[in-house]
Every structure is written in C-alpha cells, then in structure tokens.
C-alpha cells in the first residue's frame, strides 16, 4: 500500500541530477506518489522527465520561482503528509512510511525535520545543530522541539502547510525555511527534529554559491523586519552588516533587502512572545 506522504521534488536546469534523484523515489518501498515541479529550466528537464518516467506529474513553471514552487507541489498532492526533496538529495527507504505513522502519531505536529547525511561520515550541520535543540522537547513528542528546518530533509502535514500559504515567493531557495517555521510554531503547531528519519543530500555543483549568500542575507534580514520586535531587529541588522564587512560579496543581500523595504514596512507582522522567545534562546538574534 502507498505510503500517505507524497515526494515534491523542484528542480531547474538540472536534468541528469533529477534522473538519478527520480530513480531512488520510484524505488522506495513506500511507493509515494511524487510530484515534479519545474522551475523554467531551459535544458528540457520537463521533456526528459515525461520521456523516461511517464507516469510522473511534472508541474513547469513558467519562471524560476524560488522554494515557492513547492507550493504547487503540495496544491497537487493528495496525500496528507509532504515530504520535499531537491533534485539533488533523496529519502531513505522505510523513511516516509515511519514519517506517517509519527504525523498519524501526533497531531499537534506540523513538521519532522530528518537528519540528512552530506556523504558516508557527513552530516548537515544545521541536524547537529537542531539534535541539541535547547528548546527541549514535550512529553510524547517524537523528538527535539525545533524552529526551523532544512528543507529537502522535511515532512509536512499539507493543511498546516496550505494554512501558513506556505514559502513566501519572494524569498527564492538560501534561508527560506525559517520563515516558513516561525509562522506554523506561530499558529501554534509542534515542529520536531527526528533523527530516525533519514534523507541524503548531495549538493550540486551547479550551485551558485555567491547568489546563495545574497539571498541568505537578504532574508535573514527580511525575516527580522518582517517578524521581530525592534530590539532583535537591531542586533540581526547589526550583525548581517558585520557579516558584510567580512565577507564583501555579502553587501548584495543587504542591497537587495533593503529595496524590498516597502513591501517589508506593508507587510510586518510580530510574532507572538513565545515564537520571538524561543529564537532568541536558538540565539538567532
């Protein structure tokens, strides 16, 4: 029987990689149904999907829209747990099937957080990070109480994600989880880490390593106006202008944050004190 968790892989010029990505999904046990969503790549991944796999739901964008495409994903999904993959990372197999039972399990959870190897003897960091979570954890609860996440290592129960209107479009792929966490811990779901959960990440190396730092910038600092009270949003400004100073091609994200300062002055909203508590005992600001 199907596992009730669906794979939403986005993808842009990436063709080869989503080849071998598609290959381990369709071998997993659980059988999840996965859906493709294509970034307006423009060396005919759609094409080569349909070719190889037809049976796979590929959704092409018609632009590259950033960790939003997700959304379209999950809009297509039927099941109701989400787990989203990269074209360049894939889940081990029996670990959405364990996924569901724990969602099944818990339902004041909104999302598990896995742990996700980076090679043989190589873990993410941010999983390290997240196994000593000082926000401890609740009875009963099936890991680590977390506040945030790395997304191709993630499950989602879909109408808590649908809720939140899921990733912000303007954010793009560097940090966009984040926002993402605060708003579902805001709603008041449970997010945990899992470390029995496992996927495997093999970053491309057709990553833009320089264009991913612009927008980790940029949205650290987004999240801060949008969210933060005045005081935190004075120590993360101050310490992304730090980061900048060391590192120049940071300057960029700082740019590109502050002309989205209409939009951030239209749309802020604090989170609640017991959000804005917990991130500053994960000290991010």
Excluded at 25 to 34: C, D, F, H, I, T
Aim: net charge positive.
């Amino acid at each position: 029987m199907p596992a009730d968790v669906a794979v939403v892989v986005i993808t842009r010029d990436r063709g080869r990689e989503l080849m071998r990505t598609r290959e381990r999904l369709v071998a997993l046990p659980e059988r999840p149904e996965v859906v493709v969503v294509d970034n307006g790549s423009r060396d005919g991944t759609p094409e080569r999907v349909a070719e190889r796999f037809p049976g796979v739901r590929v959704l092409a964008q018609d632009r590259d829209r950033g960790a939003s495409a997700r959304t379209a994903g999950v809009l297509a999904a039927a099941a109701p747990y989400v787990a989203f993959c990269d074209d360049d990372s894939w889940w081990e197999p029996g670990a959405l099937g364990r996924a569901a039972d724990l969602l099944d399990e818990h339902p004041d959870v909104a999302l598990l957080a896995a742990r996700i190897t980076l090679g043989p003897d190589a873990v993410e960091p941010t999983c390290e990070a997240m196994e000593a979570s000082p926000l401890g954890g609740r009875d009963g609860l099936p890991g680590p109480r977390v506040l945030g996440f790395v997304a191709c290592g993630a499950v989602v129960r879909r109408r808590a994600y649908l809720a939140t209107g899921g990733f912000e479009p303007r954010w793009g792929v560097g940090g966009e989880e984040q926002p993402l966490a605060a708003e579902l811990a805001d709603r008041g779901w449970e997010l945990c880490y899992v470390r029995e959960l496992l996927a495997h990440h093999r970053p491309s190396s057709q990553r833009d390593a320089a264009a991913r730092r612009v927008a980790e910038t940029r949205n650290a600092l987004w999240f801060a106006w949008l969210r933060r009270p005045a005081r935190s949003v004075a120590r993360v400004t101050a310490r992304e202008l730090r980061r900048a100073a060391r590192e120049p091609g940071r300057w960029a994200g700082v740019l590109a944050a502050a002309r989205g300062l209409p939009w951030v002055l239209r749309s802020r909203r604090v989170a609640g004190a017991r959000v804005e508590h917990e991130l500053r005992r994960l000290k991010l600001g």
